[in-house]
């Protein structure tokens, strides 16, 4: 990561609690659930493209749903991961030529995101569509909240 990234850490450390979940195989009412019983206060939709076959978790409708329950919304697509390049890994089977991209040409973003997070109340979910953490680049987020000494959730 960036050098100017090392010092973005939060000024509480220790009551700045982040999870990481999905939505594949849930309905909306299941995901606010578990954020609401997890006191998550902000999402951040890792999605590179914020829209899905299920109504319910396209960008507008989640961030309506969100704000009914008193959860603010932030779309951080800049951290997605490109379709063309989810494709290929699925194909191949394959993820480390994927993570090693992710890894070198997304995540110095996350620095970004970490900074705008600051004016949001914690506690941080950050959400994607696969169930799997292996098989989705939320793994690679965390891995990098945990390089930087957070604790991750997964939900």
């Not at 309506?64 to 194909?91: F, H, M, N, Q, T």
Request: hydrophobic residues 40%; contains cysteine; glycine residues 2%.
């Amino acid at each position: 990561m960036r050098k100017s990234c090392k010092n973005l850490i939060f000024a509480k450390k220790s009551v700045i609690v982040f999870f990481a979940t999905y939505y594949e195989r849930r309905s909306i009412d299941q995901l606010l659930t578990l954020l609401i019983s997890s006191d998550v206060k902000t999402l951040v939709d890792t999605r590179e493209n914020p829209f899905s076959k299920k109504a319910e978790f396209e960008m507008h409708n989640l961030f309506l749903k969100l704000k009914e329950s008193g959860i603010s919304y932030i779309c951080a697509k800049d951290l997605g991961c490109p379709r063309p390049l989810r494709i290929a890994a699925v194909k191949s089977g394959c993820y480390k030529e994927l993570w090693a991209w992710y890894d070198r040409f997304v995540l110095p973003r996350l620095c970004t995101l970490l900074s705008v997070l600051k004016s949001y109340k914690p506690n941080y979910a950050f959400l994607c569509l696969e169930k799997d953490r292996n098989r989705c680049h939320r793994s690679r987020i965390v891995y990098a909240l945990m390089v930087k000494g957070y604790e991750i959730t997964e939900l």
